[in-house]
């Protein structure tokens, strides 16, 4: 038995039964409210403690009825890391990174596909679909498989090739398409009716916003429930900073948090697919769709968001800004945050440490305020854009030619010398 009393237009407050299928309301997504009075009175803080280390352990302030229905590849919490060395690289003293790269299928995206595949399975679902430009059908792909449910996957041609691979080597109906994410979007649409598709696609059901809630809730947890004072979030379709958002106002009305103060929400994006910062810098609660959308950081590649002014309501609830990076400086600082810290950073975390890098020159930021930066997926997902400075070396081998390159921190991030 769940705490969830209805699903909620985000549009217009309209209110949708949520014990059948739902998708959107007036072409728009759904929020899944709680009777969070409930969860208040019979929910314990200090209980969590003795829960599995999962994204299931919040289960009051999930939509799942039947605890058995829930189809897992084991979505363990995922660490919160200090970074002092890329904090220094980048002027700031107290940086953390929340690093999803570990979690089933490499990426954040497993958060967001658990919770809609249980649910699907709960409501009798059996055929999902979705276009996706890469992490989401490799999750998809897996908890379907996982779920014993069919999945369709429809992408791009140039959507990286170990999604390609993930899709098909999970044994979903996956197929490239010659033309863009919007052109496998609307297959989808159209094989709704003649293939009794279900579509999944980002905030076209209501479910992946709760399972990607549980990076606030775990942040939360992680932080002694005392919430940072900025978090940077890469942003394509938005449900990380729509369900993060999300969960701090749940955890702030159940009474959890030591201090109300909620971060300022920095939604990053990459210049060559920026619609959100766009319609940010130009006072707007919609976005325009992004032209000729392209960026190496594909979670980022979405030039129209159906959650736009969800994305744009919270950060500016939130005291925050949505920024975006130029595309020459993603890969550079995910492969200098990699150097630094050890951890695995996607090119789409990679955006939003050059964001900070930009809000630190211009003083949006303090230094000594306390950061999150997200890394949303894995480097090794991504082996076309992953630039190898690599160099063979002879045998035997010629030991004045390594020189002081095998020092660390020497050529960290830099370009090597010709
Ligand atoms: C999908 C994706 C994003 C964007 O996520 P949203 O929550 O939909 O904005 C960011 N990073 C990676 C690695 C992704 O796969």
């Known amino acids: 038995m769940s705490f969830v009393t209805h699903l909620e237009a985000a ?23 709680y009777d969070l009075a409930a969860v208040a009175a019979v929910a314990d803080r200090d209980a969590l403690a003795v829960r599995t280390p999962s994204m299931w352990r919040y289960r009051e302030l999930l939509p799942i009825e039947d605890e058995a229905n829930v189809v897992s590849l084991g979505e363990q919490m995922t660490p919160l890391l200090r970074c002092d060395r890329l904090g220094a690289a980048l002027g700031v003293h107290d940086l953390w990174v929340k690093d999803e790269s570990g979690l089933p299928t490499g990426s954040f995206k497993a958060r967001g596909l658990a919770m809609a595949v249980t649910r699907a399975r709960e409501l009798g679902v059996t055929r999902l679909a979705i276009p996706t430009a890469g992490n989401a059908g490799g999750a998809l792909a897996a908890y379907a498989a996982r779920g014993r449910l069919e999945a369709w996957i429809f992408m791009p041609a140039d959507t990286p090739v170990v ?73 394509g379709g938005g ?22 103060a909620r971060p300022r929400m920095i939604s990053c994006q990459a210049a060559g697919c920026a619609p959100i910062a766009t319609a940010w810098a ?29 994305i744009l309501d919270a950060v500016r609830e939130s005291g925050g800004e949505a920024r975006a990076a130029e595309e020459s400086r993603l890969v550079g600082w995910a492969r200098r945050g990699a ?57 035997p081998i010629d030991w004045s030619a390594l020189g002081a390159a095998s020092v660390l921190g020497e050529h960290v991030g830099e370009p090597r010398p010709p």
């Open 163 to 235: 999604n390609k691979a993930e899709a098909a080597n999970h044994g979903a109906h996956a197929y490239l398409v010659d033309g863009l994410i919007t052109d496998c979007g609307a297959i989808v649409r159209d094989g709704i009716e003649p293939m009794g598709w279900f579509d999944v696609s980002t905030l076209k059901e209501p479910y992946r916003i709760e399972g990607k809630k549980t990076m606030g809730l775990e942040l939360a947890e992680q932080l002694d429930w005392r919430l940072p004072d900025v978090v940077l979030y890469p942003t």
């Open 339 to 395: 150097a630094l810290e050890g951890i695995s950073f996607c090119p789409e975390a990679g955006a939003a440490l050059a964001v900070l890098e930009d809000m630190v020159r211009d003083g949006s930021v303090d230094p000594n305020e306390r950061i999150v930066v997200y890394n949303t997926g894995a480097a090794q997902k991504y082996v076309e854009v992953i630039e190898l400075p690599l160099e063979t070396v002879g045998t």
């Open 282 to 310: 130009a006072g707007s609660r919609f976005a325009e769709p992004f032209p000729d959308p392209a960026t190496s950081a594909s979670g980022l590649r979405v030039p129209s968001a159906v959650g736009d002014f969800m």
């Open 11 to 33: 549009i217009d407050g309209t209110e949708l039964p949520h014990d059948e299928p739902q998708t959107m309301h007036a072409g728009r997504p759904l929020w899944v409210r």
């Open 239 to 260: 449900t990380g900073l729509i369900g993060m958002w999300k969960a701090f106002a749940e955890l702030d009305a159940i009474g959890w948090l030591e201090d109300p």
